[in-house]
């Protein structure tokens, strides 16, 4: 129970910043770094956290219904600019994949 509690309040926490910061940065991605932080720090063990992460994980699917049923309901606003979002998926997918492997490559490098 007190695993749950911990993310909650990294999440509540987490909004709230971003409320005040003026929601440039997603509240859900302050709560995240939060967690990171108190968990390196040790304020949260692992332990603690572990079986509320599992059970959310295992619900996330259940977390995916909201959006694929605002996809369906707009399909045909999204048939209208599939060569956009082909486009926008297709470079950011590539920007990712050369950030992630440009961060281990750096990261790596440091380590030797």
């Known amino acids: 129970m007190i695993g749950i509690l911990c ?26 770094i939060l967690l990171f932080v108190a968990l390196s720090l040790g304020w949260v063990r692992a332990e603690q956290v572990r079986p509320a992460a ?18 369906m309901d707009s399909y045909r606003v999204i048939l209208d600019n599939l060569a956009a979002v082909v486009v926008a998926s297709v470079v950011s997918t590539v920007v990712v994949l050369l950030v992630c492997g ?7 490098k440091h380590k030797r």
């Open 54 to 71: 599992k059970f959310l994980l295992g619900a996330m699917a259940l977390f995916f219904v909201p959006y694929g049923v605002g996809l």
């Open 102 to 108: 440009w961060t281990y490559q750096s990261l790596t």
């Open 7 to 32: 993310i909650l309040i990294c999440w509540l926490v987490g909004n709230g910043l971003s409320q005040l910061t003026g929601n440039y940065i997603s509240g859900n991605i302050i709560g995240m």
